[in-house]
């Protein structure tokens, strides 16, 4: 089993920067992929930011790509994701998710493990 807490979301104006943490409690952080969610009122869950068992590989859609980075403590059983450059487009409640995949993927329901959740508020 792993629990997973998000933290560091809050209200910011755009074009600031936001860092999220979640922390993980549980056996064997590193053997999860990680991955960063987001979903605004209406709208389906997506895809934010994924990182590799040992942090050497990532992945972003288009949308943060160059704006936001993942990465990850395994000593510290920690994922952040370092938000810069942000548009109100962003706004959304920002889930922590992880699962034994071998490969990174990005689908919702390929993650069994969920946070609940950290809002992050963008004004223009």
């Known amino acids: 089993q792993l629990q997973l807490v998000e933290s560091g979301g809050g209200l910011v104006q755009a074009e600031d920067s936001l860092r999220l943490s979640c922390a993980a409690s549980?056996?064997?952080?590193?053997?999860?992929?990680m991955a960063w969610f987001r979903q605004a009122p209406g709208k389906e869950r997506e895809f934010v930011a994924a990182?590799?068992?040992?942090?050497?590989?990532?992945a972003y859609p288009d949308s943060v790509k160059g704006r936001f980075t993942i990465s990850r403590e395994n000593a510290k059983n920690t994922v952040y994701l370092q938000m810069n450059s942000l548009k109100p487009e962003d706004t959304a409640r920002y889930y922590c998710?992880?699962?034994?995949?071998?490969?990174?993927?990005?689908?919702?329901?390929?993650?069994?493990?969920w946070g609940q959740g950290t809002q992050v508020t963008v004004s223009s």
């Open positions: 549980g056996r064997a952080f590193g053997n999860y992929i």
């Open positions: 990182i590799s068992r040992p942090g050497t590989g990532t």
């Open positions: 998710a992880a699962d034994e995949n071998t490969f990174i993927r990005y689908s919702p329901n390929d993650y069994g493990y």
